[in-house]
C-alpha cells in the first residue's frame, strides 16, 4: 500500500486538486489532503478529509445500486463518475475490481486536465497488476491500443454520413406533447458521432425520449441487445436517477456548495449521462461509444443550457 500511495502523492501535486480517497470496497485505505502537511494516519485527518472520506464511501453505496441495470445493459463495468456542482466536482475512477479512487476539486478551469491526470494515474496503477488500460472518458483516442478498435474510430463510415433524421425514434408513452422547439432541439441534438439517446424529464415518470439506435452505423451496439430492450432499459434508469442524485446531494452537501448541475456515469462501452434543468426537470443522454464519450457529454451540456436559457 505504501507504493500505492507515494504515486497518489505525486498526483496530489497537480495543482487544483484537494483531496484523494483510495478505497478497497467501502474502505479508505489512503486519504490525502492537499492542504495538510502530515498524511500518514487516520488519525492525522483533518474534519474536512473525513467529510471527503465519507462523502466516497456513500458514493461506493449508491453506485453499486446501480450495477444491476448497467449488467443488464451489457455495457460492462461503471469505470469513472463524474459528479459536478457549480463549485467543485468529485471524480470517482475505478481502478481494479473492488478498488476505486475518489478525487475532489474546486478548481473548475481545470478539470478537464485533472481529470486526464487522474485517468493517467489510474492506468499507471491497474499495469503492474497486469490489468489493460481503459479508455476513461474518451481521454485515451489517441493511444495505439485504442486506435482502431471501436465502430466508429477513424474516419466516419459511409453508413455513419447518412442523416439521422429517418432514423430517429421516439420511445416515450403517450403524455402532452412537448412544445415544438424543445422537440426540436433533441432532435437535433442526436449525432452518430456523439450522443445516440436524449431524454427530457419533467419528472421521473414523465418524459420524452428520443434514439438513433436503429441508425445502420450503430449496428454493432446491438448483436445482442435489442434497440427496444436498451430503450426500456435507459427508460427505467431515468426513473431511477432522480433519487440516485437526491442522495447524491446529500452525500456531497459536506464537502461541496450547491446541488448537482452534472453527473457522468462512464462504463466500458459509452456514458450515461444526467442534466438538471430548472424546475426539478433533467435531461438524460447516452452514447454507446465509448470514443465519444467527450463528445456526448458536450453535447448534452451545450443543449441542457439552450433548453435552461429558452
Not at 480517497?21 to 498524511?39: E, F, I, M, N, P
Not at 485527518?45 to 467529510?51: F, G, H, K, P, V
Not at 481529470?115 to 491497474?126: F, H, I, K, P, Y
Not at 493511444?143 to 454520413?161: D, F, H, K, M, N
Request: hydrophobic share 40%; aromatic share 8%.
Amino acid at each position: 500500500m505504501a507504493h500505492l500511495a507515494a504515486r497518489l502523492e505525486q498526483l496530489l501535486q497537480a495543482e487544483g486538486l484537494t483531496h484523494l480517497v483510495l478505497y478497497d470496497g467501502d474502505t479508505a485505505k489512503v486519504v490525502l489532503d492537499a492542504s495538510t502537511a502530515s498524511r500518514d494516519g487516520e488519525s492525522l485527518l483533518s474534519q474536512e478529509s473525513a467529510s471527503h472520506e465519507r462523502a466516497g464511501r456513500q458514493l461506493y453505496y449508491i453506485l453499486e445500486e446501480l450495477e444491476p441495470d448497467f449488467t443488464a445493459l451489457r455495457t460492462g463495468a461503471l469505470i469513472r463518475t463524474v459528479l459536478r456542482v457549480p463549485t467543485g466536482t468529485v471524480l470517482y475512477y475505478l481502478v481494479e475490481p473492488g478498488f476505486h479512487l475518489y478525487g475532489a476539486t474546486t478548481a473548475m478551469d481545470r478539470l478537464t486536465d485533472l481529470d486526464a491526470r487522474m485517468a493517467e494515474c489510474v492506468n499507471g496503477l491497474r499495469l503492474p497488476a497486469r490489468y489493460s488500460p481503459l479508455n476513461y472518458g474518451a481521454l485515451f483516442n489517441d493511444e495505439p491500443w485504442v486506435r482502431g478498435t471501436g465502430p466508429l474510430s477513424g474516419p466516419p463510415s459511409p453508413s455513419a454520413s447518412l442523416p439521422v433524421g429517418p432514423y430517429v425514434a421516439e420511445n416515450h408513452p403517450a403524455t402532452p406533447a412537448l412544445p415544438p422547439d424543445v422537440a426540436a432541439a433533441l432532435r437535433s441534438a442526436l449525432d452518430v458521432q456523439g450522443l445516440h439517446y436524449i431524454a427530457y424529464h419533467q419528472s421521473p415518470t414523465t418524459s420524452w425520449g428520443y434514439d438513433i439506435f436503429d441508425h445502420p452505423a450503430l449496428a454493432d451496439f446491438f448483436r445482442v441487445q435489442t434497440p427496444d430492450r436498451r430503450r426500456s432499459r435507459y427508460s427505467r434508469m431515468g426513473q431511477l436517477l432522480p433519487g440516485v442524485t437526491r442522495r447524491m446531494n446529500l452525500s456531497l452537501r459536506a464537502i461541496l456548495q450547491g446541488e448537482l448541475v452534472q453527473v457522468v456515469l462512464d462504463v466500458e462501452q459509452g456514458a450515461v449521462y444526467y442534466h438538471a434543468l430548472p424546475d426539478q426537470c433533467f435531461l438524460m443522454g447516452v452514447t454507446l461509444d465509448q470514443s465519444r464519450v467527450t463528445e456526448a457529454d458536450q453535447q448534452v451540456a451545450r443543449l441542457g443550457s439552450e433548453l435552461a436559457e429558452g
